[in-house]
């Protein structure tokens, strides 16, 4: 497995409405997609920062995980996670498992922007949450 790039970096927010015109304004671009991720349970915004994205995740219900997430650090929101581009998403999670590394997903889904996506527990990945993501074919 080698990554291409940073595919995006994943930040929790309690509202996209407010948190939006601040990364337009430091991105220097705007808002490229909204989308809402129905079985994640979140609404994400997408800027491009260069070859990588800016990920903004707003919980759709206090379930979520982003709604946990944003809870635990204090009602705020935070970095919730790297991504990182690969070529195939099914046989990255089989070398991860096979080199001990714990899973979130044990098998490839769909996520925002119609990627194949899978998590990798933080547990075994010093304490950051990973995400593999394979582009669209």
């Not at 991720?37 to 997408?46: G, R």
């Not at 581009?85 to 195939?88: K, R």
């Not at 547990?123 to 010093?126: A, G, H, L, P, V």
């Given at each position: 497995m080698k990554p291409s790039h940073i595919e995006h970096l994943g930040i929790a927010v309690t509202s996209l409405e407010q948190t939006i015109p601040f990364f337009e304004l430091l991105t220097g671009s705007k808002?490229?997609?909204i989308e809402e991720?129905?079985?994640?349970?979140?609404?994400?915004?997408?800027f491009k920062v260069g070859q990588t994205k800016i990920e903004l995740l707003e919980p759709t219900c206090?379930?979520?995980?982003?709604?946990k997430f944003i809870e635990k650090n204090g009602g705020?929101?935070?970095?919730?996670h790297v991504a990182f581009?690969?070529?195939?998403v099914a046989d990255a999670l089989a070398y991860c498992e096979a080199n001990g590394i714990q899973l979130i997903d044990k098998m490839p889904r769909k996520?925002?922007?119609?990627?194949?996506?899978?998590?990798?527990h933080p547990?075994?990945?010093?304490g950051v949450l990973t995400e593999l993501c394979q582009q669209p074919k």
């Open positions: 808002c490229y997609s991720v129905a079985d994640q349970k979140v609404k994400t915004a997408f206090p379930e979520s995980t982003i709604a705020r929101g935070g970095v919730h581009n690969v070529d195939n996520g925002a922007e119609n990627l194949t996506i899978a998590f990798l547990k075994s990945t010093c």
